[in-house]
């Protein structure tokens, strides 16, 4: 794939992060997401969340900020959850677009060229897939398993639900409500989409090697929990079917306006 760098595609970005002990790779990320941004868009904001950090992440994102006037953090007293730090970033965003991903550098923003450019008429959502993922080899066997149960479980047709690249229509929030406050929150926010009929597209992205820090997900005392969670999603969106009750609440609601 090549790309245009001087071509603007895109009327405005917000790039969102959400972080925890991150200390050793969020600056690389908000530095390397302001160059991608300026390839793509005049209009641009990068939005950080600290979700209760207990290194330096804090102390070098107020710092950044005072460097970087695009660069907006948000501030969480305590640990809430890798899902509360999206939803914060996401609440923030003012683009008409959000750019998401992780502060681990396990992915590279100036990737972000490879969503702009699988936009087309009617993509609501550019989702990355990865050409390989780079873990140690027990992560890669629990993640292979984890993304057949989740894609079999909840009807997905993603190639790869758990690759945290996207680039989201900022307006598909205002139709769909996200409520986990932990790293189930991509698969809510998928199946919500898909059900909801939002157009996808896909493009391959690298997938690196963890230069800094612990994953918090898929460790093994939180296998339990991680089930837990994934359980009760599954229950409310696949058998309940609760965000599709609520759509066709707003639906008959604004019929009723008309």
Known sequence: MT????????SSISAVFPAYNDAGTIPS????ALVALRQVT???????????????????L????TRYPEL?????????????????GFGASSKEWIFYTDGDAQYDPLELVRLT???????????????SRHDPWIRVVIGRIYHHIVKI???????????????????VFNHVELESTTGTICLEMVKKFQDAGYRFAEVPVNHY???YGRSQFFRWKHLWSTFRHLSELWFKLVVRKDHLWDNNTQAEELRGTK
Request: glycine share 8%; net charge negative; proline share 1%.
């Open 3 to 10: 790309f245009d760098a001087n071509l603007k595609q895109v």
């Open 29 to 32: 990320m908000v530095l390397t």
């Open 42 to 60: 005049d209009d641009y904001e990068v939005i950080v969340t600290n979700d209760g950090s207990s290194d330096n992440t804090a102390l070098v």
């Open 62 to 65: 107020d710092e950044l900020a």
């Open 72 to 88: 907006k953090v948000i501030h969480h007293p305590q640990n809430q959850g890798y899902g509360s730090a999206l939803r914060s």
């Open 117 to 131: 450019q699988g936009l087309s008429d009617g993509v609501d959502v550019v989702n990355g897939y990865k050409i």
């Open 153 to 171: 479980a909840f009807g997905f047709k993603l190639r790869d639900v758990d690759c945290d690249f996207r680039l989201i229509r900022r307006d």
């Open 209 to 211: 090697y963890r230069s």
